[in-house]
């Protein structure tokens, strides 16, 4: 099963990516955690995407299309993967296509989490202060307005750009996390049948 999971930050794309990874062997492909990796690490895309990021900004799509066409590739992914916080531009989506193209893999579904932008702050802030590592650089509230404004104007497009091609679900993401795996297993299973 290829699955991209969209959805605002602190939709929980995160955490359900996870469970399917746990469940189903579905192997979590998160942009964010390959990012924050390459920060932590130092190295030259780290240096590139650390300011970037704590400003709630976007890395340039090269530099994640690079990241994850590379990823994607490799033999775990064969048997399934969810893309988490990928693609999150038009030309990120599009790049995304031919990728897949030339490894003659196809997308399942796209299931976009909806919530609501005001129950959005407090997930973040709630995750920033349960978080055992110490707070992500950008779970703040002035990081959060631009990433909000940032997922509008960009990735909402992305949204609509799988619908044009009829893969795309839609969950209510404001449901508890069991209800949303829930809606999201529903979704996978009815594509295996
Ligand atoms: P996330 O963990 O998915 O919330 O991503 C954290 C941050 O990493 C984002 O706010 C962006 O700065 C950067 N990032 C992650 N994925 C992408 C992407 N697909 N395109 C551009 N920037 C990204």
Known sequence: MKLILLGPPGAGKGVQAARLEDERGMIQLSTGE????????????????????????????GIVVGVISARISQPDCANGFTLDGFPRTLAQAEALDRVLEDTGVSLDAVIELKVDDAALLDR??????????????????????????????????????????????????????????????????????
């Open 124 to 193: 973040i802030l709630t995750r920033a202060a349960e978080s055992p590592c110490g707070p992500r650089a950008d779970d703040n509230e002035e990081a959060l307005k631009k990433r909000l404004q940032v997922y509008h104007a960009q990735t909402a497009p992305v949204a609509a750009y799988y619908n044009a091609q009829g893969i795309l679900r839609s969950v209510d993401g404001m449901a508890d996390i069991e209800g949303v795996a829930k809606q999201i297993a529903d979704i996978i299973d009815e594509k295996r049948t």
């Open 34 to 61: 390959m990012l924050r990796a390459a920060v932590a690490e130092g190295s030259e895309i780290g240096k590139l995407a650390e300011g970037i990021m704590a400003h709630g900004e976007l890395v340039p799509d």
